[in-house]
């Protein structure tokens, strides 16, 4: 039996020490071919290049003699999956894994994930895909503590398969090795940002802002992806890109739409 | 009473005839207040301006005595609606209107929705928001034939309110006047993009990549967007920014992660 493909992206950009990371614990489950940004794209939410080019090379970033095959792209983290899937990998990959992300996309941040979009993207290809984040923003994070269990993960994953119309948002909280208390499937928190914008002035006299904010948390329940990291367990959200509210279009009908 | 305050954004740029059209119709519902791209931001999903300057000033694009006030913005659609109201908004808005979009956000399209993201931005800060979209993507689309209904469903929603957690996904078909056949609450259809890469080689030898695709609907039921305004209807979907598959926990927390 062949290896299981598996194709790795990110939104850090194809430099990034939590993709590195990633690239390694995947080898030792199968054959792995990374088509990441050139360059950070956080924040890119679920964006595509559609009135630009996109450009993609080969690069070699690992000189070993297993090296993964690697190519970089100058679009999105989705742009990256959809280049990948029909134009780069000579089959379809068995599975797409995102990340390790350079800080948490729990709770609401996974709208704006560029971690996620990648693994949604190919979720609606039909692949089962998962994204990974680690609650450390720094450049200097360690991802050792949490490659067990991102092979465990991936490896039930490819063993049991993810639901159709699903994919997994998965975040690893920041802690020492071997101090991760374990795995808790969760829904996603309510959360929101509280922006504040710093408004400044540029040296010709035009003002501009920076975009700020703070998190805030707006579910106590003991079942979310927030409460399970900060107790020290991994979060699992499995995400669906079916946005329909259901249990609420009986309610929209009620209203007075064609007197 | 005061009248209601109604912001408006879309994703197309605060000079598109879809939005300008929007404008009109609102001010007859109440105090507009417009906050919009200052270029066009399709296909930008929910991206947010993390590591660059947002810009934002006050323009004027309507000289009559009753116009609107306006702010073009640097950013993305999401952009806009946290500037909106942190920064620029004197009061709480009573509801978020994005649009009329050039080109459908129907099914699988609120994906990569600049438009709707504007809307969820909202939502999530527990606004009542509604997209609108014209499946038609010509600049010089014909928004007329949409303005009563748009009305009445933002009357409507003014008047019941939005579930909470729920904005409104509406798409208008591409009909003559008067041959709109009524209004359907919708569920998301199941669909993706099969997409073709045109690859071509630049001035200087370089390759690159146009994205194109063709839409592939692979839904029948008759109780979707796509069938809706196959037939003819505008379609309301209710949609959540709650990711989470609940109905899929209880199967993932089968597989073996915690041995």
Same mark, same amino acid.
């Given at each position: 039996m062949s290896k299981p493909l598996i194709l790795v992206t990110n939104d850090?950009?194809?430099?990034a020490p939590g993709l590195r990371a990633l690239v390694k614990s995947m080898q030792e489950l199968g054959e792995v071919v990374v088509v990441a940004p050139d360059s950070p794209q956080s924040g890119m939410g679920h964006a595509i290049t559609l009135d630009n080019t996109l450009y993609s090379k080969r690069v070699v970033l690992d000189a070993s003699k297993d090296a993964a095959k690697e190519y970089s792209c100058s679009g999105t983290p989705a742009d990256c999956v959809k280049l990948a899937l029909q134009? =780069? =990998?000579d089959r379809r990959p068995d599975i797409c894994i995102s990340g390790i992300n350079h800080g948490s996309n729990a709770s609401i941040n996974v709208i704006y994930s560029g971690t996620m979009s990648a693994a949604i993207e190919a979720g609606i290809e039909g692949i089962p895909a998962i994204g990974f984040s680690l609650?450390?923003?720094?450049?200097?994070?360690?991802f050792a503590p949490a490659q067990e269990a991102i092979k465990k993960i991936v490896a039930e994953a490819l063993k049991n398969g993810i639901p159709k119309g699903v994919v997994l948002n998965v975040n690893i909280p920041k802690?020492?090795?071997?101090?991760?208390?374990g795995i808790k499937v969760c829904r996603q928190a309510r959360a929101n940002w509280k922006e504040k914008f710093d408004k400044r002035t540029n040296p010709s006299g035009k003002d501009y802002y920076w975009l700020t904010g703070e998190f805030q948390l707006l579910d106590k329940g003991e079942d979310t992806d927030e409460w399970a990291l900060s107790k020290g367990y991994i979060s699992v959200v499995p995400t669906q890109?079916? =946005?329909?509210?259901?249990?609420t279009i009986q309610d929209i009908n009620t209203w007075n739409l064609n007197e």
């Open positions: 850090d950009g194809i430099t134009e =780069l =990998l609650c450390d923003y720094s450049w200097e994070a360690d802690v020492a090795h071997g101090e991760i208390k890109f079916d =946005l329909t509210a259901h249990h």
